[in-house]
């Protein structure tokens, strides 16, 4: 959560028979199960002002194993809304992800609360790409437009000031690029795409530090950290050890 004292996450229960979404006190108590849809909920992801939990739920019923999961998110789910204690849910879009990445097609905020971004499919045969969903009115309007080989775009982390905007490319399993895109007043594209990492690096989860000048990311089973001022090249963090992924 924004004040660091609450973490949301998906799981299937003490019992392991259903994917919903919870919430924690760090330090304290048992988990406050949000969601208890027979449909599997994944990716919440708390609003700026820590007034809302965004997920995405799948239109079908998921068979019980996080292995399962990972393969159900392709498809069509619907994107929620809903309070951290609880309480009626709101559907504000359907989104249809065509293409089976090994990671979820991740949500994000805009800065202000009034949007986030989500992938979608932009048609049978074509990438996938990133749209910006209105809080307000639930319209989807078309952000980047990735072309073959490309398979599609997800990961999407906006900038802290709103002026751009990081994802990932993804062209194969193991083969996947970082982006950075521009960003205008409204979140709309205010040029052209600009390749951080190569596909080699097979980099995922970017996110961005707090003041906006670095980014974080998983590759190479290690965390790395990559300036976007100057010229300097991504490094490893070293204090992390091995296999961490999705930073935050």
Request: aromatic fraction near 8%; charge should be negative; glycine fraction near 10%.
């Amino acid at each position: 959560s924004p004040d660091g004292n609450q973490v949301a996450f998906t799981w299937n229960g003490p019992k392991q028979d259903n994917y919903d979404i919870y919430v924690q006190m760090i330090g304290s108590g048992t988990p406050l199960r949000l969601t208890t849809d027979p449909r599997g909920d994944y990716n919440p992801v708390w609003s700026p002002d820590g007034r809302w939990i965004a997920f995405l739920r799948r239109e079908s019923v998921s068979r019980n194993s996080a292995l399962n999961l990972v393969r159900d998110m392709q498809g069509r789910s619907e994107l929620r809304l809903i309070a951290p204690l609880g309480g009626p849910e709101r559907k504000l879009s359907g989104i249809n992800v065509r293409q089976a990445y090994v990671e979820p097609p991740h949500l994000a905020w805009c800065p202000d609360g009034s949007c986030l971004v989500v992938t979608d499919s932009l048609g049978e045969g074509k990438p996938d790409a990133l749209f910006v969903v209105s809080l307000e009115s639930g319209e989807k309007r078309q952000l980047t437009n990735p072309q073959p080989p490309a398979l599609g775009d997800t990961n999407p982390a906006v900038a802290p000031d709103g002026r751009s905007i990081v994802f990932c490319r993804a062209y194969s399993d193991t083969g996947r690029e970082i982006f950075r895109l521009p960003l205008r007043e409204g979140l709309t594209a205010a040029g052209d795409p600009t390749r951080l990492t190569l596909a080699a690096m097979n980099a995922s989860y970017p996110t961005w530090t707090p003041d906006g000048r670095d980014i974080l990311f998983s590759t190479k089973e290690a965390l790395w950290r990559l300036a976007l001022l100057g010229d300097h090249p991504a490094a490893t963090l070293p204090f992390v050890g091995q296999d961490g992924i999705m930073p935050v």
